[in-house]
């Protein structure tokens, strides 16, 4: 059973646009929630990161939305560019800062110019 | 330079032979993992090592074991490898405690025939 759902599966967006990804989950124990991206032949690598203590996490154009009685979380991308094309994985850890992530399916962005 | 390799990068085995993969860390991270990526599943823990000689079963252990006797140095090993276990293999690691940040290497593409 899948703890991490994430949706869509794919998205393409134009450049300028910006682009939503989907999270949700199960289990109301996990209090941390990392995006991790990765590119082609490559391994995932952290994008950004928010803990249920926060309802918001901005870094540059990359914006996590948390809400916590939904057990739901999206990542936008505001001003898409075509170097953002890549699988995003959101995961989700327990309390105790446990060293064990749970990783959703990943959304596939492509960004079209 | 924070840097987690893995090698081989590229392995095609028969089913039946044995496999070793290898990865190492130059951060002296206490915890390491073994996940797999397959298309529309995401990543999968296999196993989390918190040290050398402190190996925990992840998600999906079945067919695979570990070695860690250096703590940069962890291996996955597959004894008698089979189709199903063809895939892309991260290895990761991480400081102990808090929510640290995964540190992911560029992955080993294992075929089994």
């Known amino acids: 059973q899948q703890q991490v759902r994430q949706s869509p599966q794919s998205l393409t967006v134009w450049e300028g646009e910006t682009a939503i990804l989907n999270c949700s989950y199960e289990d109301s124990t996990f209090n941390y929630f990392p995006w991790y991206q990765q590119f082609p032949g490559e391994g995932p690598a952290l994008l950004i990161s928010i803990s249920s203590v926060s309802d918001k996490k901005e870094d540059g154009r990359f914006t996590i939305f948390f809400n916590k009685r939904e057990k739901k979380l999206s990542l936008h991308i505001t001003d898409s560019q075509p170097g953002d094309s890549a699988t995003y994985f959101c995961a989700a850890s327990g309390g105790g800062g446990s060293a064990k992530l749970i990783f959703g399916e990943g959304t596939k962005l492509t960004v079209s110019s | 330079d924070m840097k987690v390799t893995q090698m081989p990068r590229y392995l095609i085995k028969r089913m039946g032979e044995n496999v070793l993969l290898e990865c190492g860390q130059d951060?002296?991270?206490?915890?390491m993992y073994w996940y797999r990526q397959d298309p529309g599943l995401g990543l999968q823990l296999i196993y989390i090592?918190?040290?050398?000689?402190?190996?925990s079963e992840g998600d999906i252990p079945k067919g695979y074991r570990v070695s860690r006797k250096k703590r940069e140095h962890f291996s996955l090993i597959l004894d008698s490898a089979k189709t199903n276990q063809t895939s892309v293999y991260f290895c990761?690691?991480?400081?102990?405690?808090?929510?640290?940040?995964?540190?992911f290497g560029p992955g080993t593409r294992l075929t089994v025939l």
């Open positions: 951060m002296s991270h206490e915890t």
């Open positions: 990761a690691s991480r400081d102990w405690g808090g929510y640290a940040e995964q540190f």
């Open positions: 090592s918190y040290d050398v000689d402190s190996n």
